[in-house]
T-cell receptor, first 114, second 116 residues
Framework: EPEVTQTPSHQVTQMGQEVILRCVPI?????FYWYRQILGQKVEFLVS????????KSEIFDDQFSVERPDGSNFTLKIRSTKLEDSAMYFC????????????FGQGTRLTVV | GENVEQHPSTLSVQEGDSAVIKCTYS??????FPWYKQELGKRPQLIID?????GEKKDQRIAVTLNKTAKHFSLHITETQPEDSAVYFC???????????????FGPGTSLSVIP
């Protein structure tokens, strides 16, 4: 069964450093998302991406965050200057289309900022 | 924007009993309501969903109901088993500024424990 895959599974970084989280969505999916989950809390929407541009973003997704689809398969989330409060599990998701369809989640990248 | 509330935050039931989790949403334009199960340390996985043109949907031991007028929706698990223990998130799909895609807003989650 096709899956969304994310790398790395765990990333530890120094505060102030840049990190790039990588995702390979399911191949025929057109809509891509990043969510984050702080330990023990709910899943929070960060950004959605379609047709090579951001379609929606939350207030969490400030100027420190960016997304990119550098080639036909990868979808990346970059955090330019990490803060302690960026420590969370980051989930990538994809769906065939945007409305009323299931979003498939990757296994997540646990980001720890020290 | 959309806001999803969920109750209870924790729920313990005896194996074989039923479990009910209730959610409310704020945006009357939301029209897709998925439920996700998240086991410890794992990804959220869709277990059932319901669209606004349907009032109830059932899949084996799991059922969801939707009351669009009241903006309520609920998850019902019957004959619970220990492997049902997990965190369950309800969600509502909010219409974005453009029409071709939406974002899913999650509730705060319910930690279900099924006691053998």
């Amino acid at each position: 069964e096709p899956e969304v895959t994310q790398t790395p599974s765990h990333q530890v970084t120094q505060m102030g450093q840049e990190v790039i989280l990588r995702c390979v969505p399911i191949s025929n999916h057109l809509y891509f998302y990043w969510y984050r989950q702080i330990l023990g809390q709910k899943v929070e929407f960060l950004v959605s991406f379609y047709n090579n541009e951001i379609s929606e973003k939350s207030e969490i997704f400030d100027d420190q965050f960016s997304v990119e689809r550098p080639d036909g398969s990868n979808f990346t989330l970059k955090i330019r200057s990490t803060k302690l409060e960026d420590s969370a599990m980051y989930f990538c998701a994809s769906s065939v289309k945007g409305g009323n369809t299931e979003a498939f989640f990757g296994q997540g990248t646990r980001l720890t900022v020290v | 924007g959309e806001n999803v509330e969920q109750h209870p935050s924790t729920l313990s039931v005896q194996e074989g009993d039923s479990a009910v989790i209730k959610c409310t949403y704020s945006d009357s334009a939301s029209n897709y309501f998925p439920w996700y199960k998240q086991e410890l340390g794992k990804r959220p996985q869709l277990i059932i969903d319901i669209r606004s043109n349907v009032g109830e949907k059932k899949d084996q031991r799991i059922a969801v109901t939707l009351n669009k007028t009241a903006k309520h929706f609920s998850l019902h698990i019957t004959e619970t088993q220990p492997e049902d223990s997990a965190v369950y998130f309800c969600a509502a799909q909010e219409h974005g500024m453009k029409t071709s895609y939406d974002k899913v807003i999650f509730g705060p989650g319910t930690s279900l424990s099924v006691i053998p």
